[in-house]
């Protein structure tokens, strides 16, 4: 821990004094003190083009697979994601890479008298001082416009309106599938949720959205309108054509904008990824070319080809097969379920589960009973270190009121001794046919990947 006032020289003792502030759970529906800071750090939100992504599910994803093919194409990218599975670094990634440390303890401590500024006249109007997040994202534009990067793939944090990224003007806009998730927050319907999202929607630039709920779809196509931007909409004017499984993956044909891409080798599984490819694409050809310019489709094979997205269906381990998946919330839930149905044939799966408080653990429980229903299926209650995590008796509890079997609910509160049980029950089947899931919250995620040696990205 660092000393009081003295200045940080790693990255954990920048993540202390980050942790200090209101945590990431806490959100400030404002803009104008992000806008305060950007003004008087000299504007990085103004230094490099953006592709601003939002939506509920496939954010990341589909953030990695326009960030390679930006890449591919010979430009250098920022991206900024969140949260981060292992370390804050993550979040901030400069080519592919996590920001090296260097970078990102410096131009925290360049940007921290700044951000004291701010914290001082909000303190000084009775507000709360810079969260966390906010100071994340600040300290992301900052790094984007020092390295610089000649353009940034920016993830909202949640919503879109008062997300602290939406201090940048996308020149695209990316809406990834909405559903609902953080209803307390964003709204109890689709629609209102896709209020919250389409402020991302900015004059001069251009949306590239997912198939939606049609409520969903017709408010997204409202502010497009009403700002005067392009619209394109996948299952209108793209799509996937074709996708077959592959070995580690699937090889998808898209429908673009401007072209037609064969042949697609896409490293990652589900039908959800195919469609986050064919969004990526559509994001590509509307940012060169205002979608109308085919792209170089071997240009995409190659940036396709080496994409990865951690924590994502994500094979760990085999013997038995070990897969973690970060999907938080029942849609979420689904579509990984029914990846997991389709790209493994498992004679046994044990699930090992832990839930955030904030999340909609029963409709979480039911989705993944209903998904896996034809799958031999055990579950395997947890928890992470998260102070919001649910603790794994209540889920249990929660199970067995839903009506699962008992002799198929199991409670191990600490992750490793779920981890140990979970692959204990997968080699019991004997027939090299067992597999563990491990799922529910990024937090249980990220610490499953420590525990199992893929903490670094």
Not at 9 to 15: D, G, Q
Not at 37 to 52: R, S, W
Not at 60 to 77: D, N, P, Q
Not at 271 to 298: C, S
Request: charged content about 25%; glycine content about 10%.
């Amino acid at each position: 821990m660092t000393e009081l006032n003295s200045v940080p020289t790693t990255v954990e003792e920048v993540y202390a004094e980050l942790l200090g502030r209101a945590p990431e759970n806490k959100i400030e529906p404002r803009l104008a003190p992000l806008f305060r800071a950007m003004d008087v750090l000299g504007e990085p939100n103004k230094a490099f083009p953006i592709v601003h992504i939002t939506g509920t599910n496939g954010k990341t994803s589909t953030a990695r697979m326009i960030e390679a093919g930006l890449r591919a194409h010979g430009l250098r990218t920022g991206r900024y994601t969140s949260p981060h599975l292992s370390r804050v670094t993550e979040r901030i990634s400069i080519d592919g890479e996590p920001v090296a440390d260097s970078t990102f303890v410096r131009i925290w401590n360049e940007i921290t008298p700044y951000l004291g500024i701010v914290d001082a006249e909000l303190g000084a109007a009775g507000q709360p001082r810079l969260t966390y997040f906010e100071c994340v994202t600040i300290l992301g534009f900052a790094i984007f416009a020092d390295e610089p990067v000649d353009v940034a793939v920016i993830e909202v944090g949640l919503g879109g309106i008062t997300d602290a990224t939406n201090v940048g003007d996308g020149v695209v806009s990316v809406v990834t599938p909405i559903s609902l998730d953080h209803t307390d927050l964003l709204g109890e319907t689709t629609a209102d949720i896709a209020r919250e999202k389409a402020g991302i929607i900015k004059p001069g630039g251009f949306l590239v959205s997912a198939a939606q709920p049609p409520e969903a779809a017709q408010v997204l196509l409202e502010k497009a309108r009403e700002v005067g931007v392009e619209y394109r909409f996948e299952g209108v004017e793209f799509g996937v054509e074709s996708r077959t499984l592959a070995v580690g993956g699937q090889i998808v044909t898209v429908q673009g904008l401007a072209g037609r891409y064969d042949d697609l080798t896409v490293p990652l599984h589900g039908a959800h990824q195919a469609e986050n490819a064919a969004v990526a694409i559509a994001a590509l050809e509307a940012f060169f070319g205002g979608g109308e310019r085919e792209l170089d489709v071997e240009i995409l094979r190659e940036a396709f080809a080496g994409v990865t997205s951690p924590g994502r269906l994500e094979v760990v381990r085999t013997s038995p097969t070990i897969i973690v998946d970060a999907a938080h919330n029942p849609g979420g839930i689904r579509v990984s379920a029914e990846a997991l149905t389709e790209a493994f044939d498992f004679t046994r799966l044990v699930v090992v589960l832990g839930v955030l408080r904030e999340k909609d653990a029963e409709e979480i429980l039911r989705t993944l009973d209903e998904a896996l229903a034809d799958v031999p299926v055990e579950f395997c209650f947890t928890q992470s270190t998260s102070p919001r995590a649910i603790p794994a008796d209540e889920l249990a509890e929660l199970a067995l009121d839903l009506g699962f079997a008992e002799e198929a609910v199991h409670t191990e509160e600490k992750l490793d001794d779920a981890i140990a049980y979970a692959v204990e029950r997968a080699d019991d089947v004997g027939d090299f046919g067992g597999g563990v899931l491990i799922t529910g919250s990024i937090t249980v995620v990220g610490e499953a990947r420590i525990l199992l040696g893929r903490g670094a990205l």
